[in-house]
């Protein structure tokens, strides 16, 4: 049974916008106090953590991705987003949805436990 699932286009070209969506089917997105994060991992590198929204709405992001990153919601369909904008080749990575029962910065292996559910990853390669 799929829990959480990323989907959206593998390919992205350069300076376009990168955009997934993650379905829960694990209980609603709006239970107290979960958050919902978006986390990927470059080639050869560790995991990064991007932003989260949390149940209530509050959305919070990496200081380095800020600029570029938009993360929402869509509660009748118990799912959220990730935009990212301007992408360039760095971008290229496996990207993860998952949640953790409070708000969790995972940097490599540190803090990757404290997340109960994850998507299985979704490709993304940005190349003209």
């Known amino acids: 049974q799929v829990q959480l699932q990323e989907s959206g286009p593998g390919l992205v070209k350069p300076s376009q916008t990168l955009s997934l969506t993650c379905p829960v089917s694990?209980?609603?997105?709006?239970?107290?106090?979960?958050?919902w994060s978006w986390i990927r991992q470059p080639p050869g590198k560790g995991l990064e953590w991007m932003g989260a929204?949390?149940?209530?709405?509050?959305?919070y992001y990496s200081p380095s991705l800020k600029s570029r990153t938009s993360i929402s919601r869509d509660t009748s369909k118990n799912q959220f987003t990730l935009q990212l904008s301007s992408v360039t080749p760095e971008d290229t990575a496996v990207y993860y949805c998952?949640?953790?029962?409070?708000?969790?910065?995972?940097?490599?292996?540190?803090?990757?436990?404290?997340?109960?559910?994850w998507g299985q990853g979704t490709q993304v390669t940005v190349s003209s």
């Open positions: 998952a949640r953790s029962a409070y708000l969790v910065v995972v940097v490599g292996d540190r803090g990757r436990d404290e997340y109960d559910y």
């Open positions: 694990v209980g609603s997105i709006t239970t107290n106090f979960y958050h």
């Open positions: 929204i949390a149940n209530s709405g509050s959305t």
